[in-house]
C-alpha cells in the first residue's frame, strides 16, 4: 500500500502548518510515523490521498453516527446551501432543532446554540458561576471538556490535588479555582464536597469518559454526583459532547438514568459541521444574556448550514430501533475482536456503551479507572495500530480515544475488521 501522496502532502503541510495538521492527535504523534491526508468518506469507509480505503471507526471524533456522506445529510446541506450560508439573524430551523434536542433530552428546558463543544463547556462553566455566585470547579482525571484554560488540567496521582495547567499559557490562578478528583471515586467526590461543598460552583463530567479510551461510570458514581450537588446546591453538568446521540438516543442521562442541571452537547448533533451547545434547567438557562447577565454570544452560532445538517441527523437517528442495530452491531465487533485476542494470547479487554467502545491491552478484568488505562501496555497499541491500518482499518492514532461504530458499518465491514486484527494479534504474539 502506498502512502506516498500523504508523505508529500504532510512535507508540505509542516511548511505553513504547525506541526502540519490542525488539531494535535491528528499528528499521529502517539502512534509513530507520518499521518494520512484523507481526499473523500463514503459510508463507512475513508479514502485517503493514495486512494487506500480504511474502514472508519474514528468517524471525525464522533459526528459522523450515519457514516460519511449520508444522503438526507447531504440533501438537507444541499438544500440551504441555496438558500443562504448566514444571516446574522435566527431562522426556523434553530427553532426546530432547540425542540428537537430539548425532546430527545427532557432534562435540557433551554438550549443555545455554539460553534464547538469546547465554547460550549466553556460556556456552561461561566454560567454556573454566574448562577450560584461561587467560582471554584470540580473536574475528573482523564476528563476532556475541550481546550478550556481552566479546563486543561489533569490530577497528579489520583489524590485530590489543586490543578495544575496541562499547557503552556494557561495562568496558575486559571487552574487553581479547577479541583480535580479520580474518576469514578464516589468517596473521592463525597470527602472533598464534606470538605468544601458549599464553595463549588459546578461539577463537570463526561458521565461516560471518552477521551481516556472509553471508560463507563461505574454503578452509584453518577448518582453520587447528583445527590452531592443537590445537597451543597451546586450545579452540575454533564458533557455529553461526546455521548450525547452517541451511547443512546437520550444521551447518557439516559442510560443511567441521572439528570444533570445543564449538558453540553456537539459531535453528533452538526451531522460532521462545527457546532455545539448547551442547556439545561430553564431558571439557569435564563440566566445567560440578554435575558441575564451572564454574557455569551457567536457570530456564527446556530449556523443555518450546521443546524440544516443537525436536524437531518437527528431526524434519522429518532428512528425506533436505531440504537438498538447500532450496540449490536457494536457488540459483535468486541466480541469478534476479543475472541481473536484470546486465541492468540493476548491480554485484552472491551468496554462498550452503546456505539461507543474501546479496546485495551491490559489483563484488567474490567478497566474503570485512569490509572488502569494509563498501565496498559502502548506499545502494542502502536503495533497494533499500524498493523490495523495496512489491512484497511482506520482506527484513532491514539491508545487514550474511544472508537465509533456508524450505521454504515455492515457485517461485510465489521468481517473485515476482524480478518485484520487476527493478523494483528498473531503478529503480536510473536
Ligand atoms: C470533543 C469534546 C469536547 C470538545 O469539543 P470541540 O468541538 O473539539 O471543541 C468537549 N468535551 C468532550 C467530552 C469531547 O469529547
Not at 505553513?16 to 469507509?45: E, T
Not at 443555518?304 to 457494536?330: H, K
Request: glycine share 10%.
Amino acid at each position: 500500500m502506498s502512502n506516498d501522496n500523504s508523505r508529500n502532502l504532510y512535507d508540505l503541510a509542516l511548511k505553513h502548518i504547525p506541526g502540519g495538521v490542525n488539531s494535535p492527535v491528528r499528528a499521529f504523534k502517539g502512534v509513530g510515523g507520518n499521518p494520512l491526508f484523507f481526499k473523500a468518506g463514503q459510508d463507512a469507509y475513508l479514502i485517503d490521498a493514495d486512494n487506500n480505503r480504511y474502514v472508519d471507526y474514528v468517524g471525525a471524533w464522533g459526528p459522523l453516527i450515519l457514516g460519511h456522506c449520508h444522503e438526507k445529510v447531504i440533501d438537507a446541506l444541499r438544500n440551504q446551501l441555496q438558500r443562504g450560508l448566514a444571516f446574522g439573524a435566527s431562522t426556523e430551523a434553530e427553532v426546530l432543532i432547540a425542540d428537537k434536542i430539548c425532546e430527545l433530552m427532557p432534562s435540557i428546558e433551554k438550549v443555545r446554540l455554539v460553534t464547538s463543544g469546547t465554547e460550549a463547556t466553556m460556556s456552561a462553566i461561566r454560567l454556573a458561576r454566574g448562577y450560584t455566585g461561587r467560582d471554584k470547579i470540580v473536574k475528573f482525571e482523564g476528563c476532556y471538556h475541550g481546550h478550556v484554560d481552566g479546563l486543561l488540567v489533569k490530577a497528579g496521582s489520583g489524590a485530590l490535588t489543586l490543578g495544575e495547567p496541562d499547557s503552556l499559557g494557561v495562568p496558575k490562578a486559571y487552574t487553581d479555582l479547577t479541583h480535580v478528583l479520580p474518576y469514578n471515586d464516589i468517596d473521592a467526590v463525597e470527602n472533598f464536597f464534606s470538605a468544601c461543598g458549599d464553595e463549588i460552583a459546578c461539577v463537570i463530567v463526561e458521565p461516560v469518559a471518552g477521551n481516556m479510551n472509553c471508560v463507563p461510570p461505574v454503578p452509584g458514581f453518577l448518582q453520587a454526583l447528583r445527590e452531592q450537588c443537590s445537597k451543597h446546591g451546586a450545579v452540575l453538568i454533564f458533557d455529553e459532547v461526546m455521548t450525547g446521540f452517541r451511547v443512546a438516543l437520550g444521551g447518557a442521562q439516559s442510560v443511567y438514568q441521572v439528570n444533570p442541571d445543564l449538558t453540553t452537547i456537539g459531535k453528533v448533533i452538526g451531522g460532521g459541521l462545527p457546532v455545539g451547545a448547551f442547556g439545561g434547567k430553564q431558571e439557569i438557562m435564563d440566566m445567560i444574556a440578554p435575558l441575564g447577565a451572564v454574557y455569551q454570544a457567536g457570530t456564527l452560532a446556530g449556523s443555518p448550514l450546521a443546524v440544516a445538517a443537525g436536524l437531518a441527523m437527528l431526524n434519522v437517528i429518532s428512528r425506533p430501533g436505531f440504537y438498538d442495530e447500532l450496540a449490536t452491531r457494536t457488540e459483535f465487533l468486541l466480541s469478534g475482536l476479543q475472541e481473536r485476542a484470546d486465541q492468540a494470547r493476548i491480554p485484552f479487554t472491551t468496554n462498550q456503551v452503546g456505539a461507543m467502545f474501546g479496546c485495551f491491552f491490559s489483563a484488567e478484568d474490567k478497566i474503570s479507572q485512569f490509572s488502569q488505562v494509563m498501565n496498559c501496555n502502548a506499545e502494542r497499541f502502536k503495533h497494533y495500530f499500524h498493523i490495523m491500518l495496512q489491512n484497511g482499518v482506520y482506527l484513532a492514532p491514539s491508545a487514550y480515544e474511544a472508537g465509533f461504530v456508524s450505521s454504515a458499518h455492515g457485517e461485510e465491514e465489521i468481517q473485515l475488521t476482524l480478518d485484520a486484527a487476527e493478523k494483528a494479534f498473531a503478529a503480536l504474539a510473536d
